[in-house]
């Protein structure tokens, strides 16, 4: 495996570590009733959280490594990102077609402050740059305005309302699906005019 690193103004995505403060760290996200509103799944128990990080690191050392769980930490935390406590996650999941679907979830306590739109470049450049993706999709229910205005400012299109995609706590929901291709993030060069 290759430890993904990737390094922004303000925070750091790695590679999670199955330790005591990634799993609490994880837990506080993932467990959390009000980060997982609009996450297709129920908030997580603590174990269930130290399984998904087993999980990211078994996805981490396949040979054709298509999915990306990765940790988000604030630069400020520590002196080196690798040791600095998780505020959230995010994910890349390779398509055919050199496609990938990106996600994020933060803990609400460092909500507005612009950290999902850092982490969405991160994982725009990283797609677009060393992944080789072309089309690059994310999915947000249609409640969560907080998400929809990331993705319009890093150049996201919204492509359409997915109807009845989730069934969670009793109740259908929509999801509007956004893409982004390569030649219109500005990290590649070719494009101008699409926010990050």
Not at 34 to 50: K, M, W
Not at 63 to 86: G, Q
Request: with cysteine.
């Amino acid at each position: 495996m290759v430890p993904v690193r990737l390094t922004g103004p303000r925070l750091a995505i790695r590679e999670f570590h199955l330790t005591p403060a990634d799993t609490d760290a994880l837990h506080a996200v993932f467990g959390d009733p009000e980060a997982t509103r609009y996450l297709p799944f129920e908030p997580h128990d603590r174990e269930e959280c130290a399984d998904q990080i087993e999980q990211y690191l078994e996805e981490a050392l396949r040979d054709e490594r298509t999915v990306y769980r990765l940790a988000v930490t604030r630069l400020a935390d520590a002196d080196d990102p690798a040791d600095a406590t998780p505020i959230g996650s995010a994910a890349l999941t390779l398509g055919s077609h050199r496609s990938a679907l990106l996600g994020y979830a933060l803990r609400p306590d460092t909500w507005g402050r612009g950290y999902a739109g850092e982490i969405t470049g991160l994982l725009c450049d990283f797609a677009f740059g060393q992944l080789g993706v072309h089309r690059l999709a994310a999915r947000v229910d249609v409640a969560n305005a907080a998400s929809t205005r990331v993705l319009t400012r890093a150049g996201f299109a919204l492509e359409g309302r997915v109807r009845h995609e989730v069934y969670l706590r009793g109740a259908w929901h929509d999801s509007f699906q956004y893409a982004l291709l390569a030649d219109e993030w500005p990290g590649t060069g070719r494009a101008a005019g699409a926010g990050g």
